[in-house]
């Protein structure tokens, strides 16, 4: 048997990849997060699938359920929210599922950012304008961030920022980019994207921390700050752009 790590992608059943969907319906077990992924995509779980909600699991007792899956000869699809590269503990799992001789492998998703920047018809990186984009997330009640890693230091490139796991943070973290990026540098801020109660909000540095708490969000929520969100006047690439061709000899 296999855990399969599956990027479940924002929260739309149907931005499940066609990988996805095959293994979750062959696997009698299924992992997920239910603060994030709801009915429609396990609706993809074979009938009499052992469904166990880890939101309120901690780390051991998710390794716990795959390694007795192991034992049991029982195949497991381990969702995670948006793509299993960022932000889903897929490191930690699998060291330990190493550790118990458990095999496993990773089905990527679409990332929450992603999905975001597609609601809002933006590309996130725009010739003269942004060429990175810094995926990142703040630091409170969380995992100590490297002291190389400070927003401070990120901003100073003014590339497009993905913030994640920061929206109770919103109205600090935009003050602190106001030096680097202006009050007027244009912010989106997308929670629950693609589920029924999406939520977006459009904004600058200067009011998007106002706009979050009145919106009263909490989690679920990327935030985008960059000026590749507002660019009207910059140059074609140079891939796709017009060239002058050499006269034929």
């Known amino acids: 048997m296999t855990v399969h790590f599956i990027g479940a ?3 739309a059943a149907d931005l499940l990849t066609l990988r996805a969907v095959r293994i979750l319906s062959e696997s009698a077990v299924c992992l997920y997060a239910g603060t994030y992924i709801g009915g429609e995509v396990l609706a993809h779980c074979p009938d009499g699938a052992t469904l166990v909600d880890t ?3 901690h780390l051991d007792e998710i390794v716990a359920h795959c390694v007795g899956a192991h034992e049991r000869g029982a195949d497991v699809a381990r969702l995670c929210s948006g793509d299993p590269s960022l932000y889903s503990a897929v490191a930690e799992q699998t060291r330990r599922l190493d ?3 458990v095999p496993w492998d990773v ?3 679409v990332p929450a950012y992603a999905a975001a920047a597609a609601l809002v018809g933006r590309e996130l990186t725009v010739p003269e304008v942004a060429q990175t984009v810094v995926l990142t997330r703040a630091q409170r009640d969380s995992t100590k961030m490297p002291d190389t890693e400070s927003l401070a230091h990120f901003a100073r490139s003014r590339a497009t920022l993905v913030l994640h796991l920061a929206i109770r943070r919103a109205r600090e973290l935009a003050a602190s980019l106001v030096d680097d990026y202006g ?3 244009p912010v989106v801020v997308v929670a629950n994207a693609e589920q029924p109660d999406q939520q977006i909000l459009r904004g ?11 919106a009263d969000l909490r989690q679920a929520a990327v935030i ?3 000026w590749a969100l507002a660019a ?3 140059a074609d690439s140079h891939l796709y752009g017009t060239r002058v061709r050499p006269p034929l000899a």
């Open 55 to 57: 939101a309120n699991l």
């Open 99 to 101: 550790r118990a001789g």
């Open 107 to 109: 089905t990527p998703g």
């Open 224 to 226: 985008i700050v960059g």
């Open 204 to 214: 600058t540095l200067s009011d998007i921390g106002a706009q979050v708490e009145a």
């Open 183 to 185: 009050a007027d540098c």
């Open 9 to 11: 992608g924002p929260g």
């Open 232 to 234: 009207t006047e910059f």
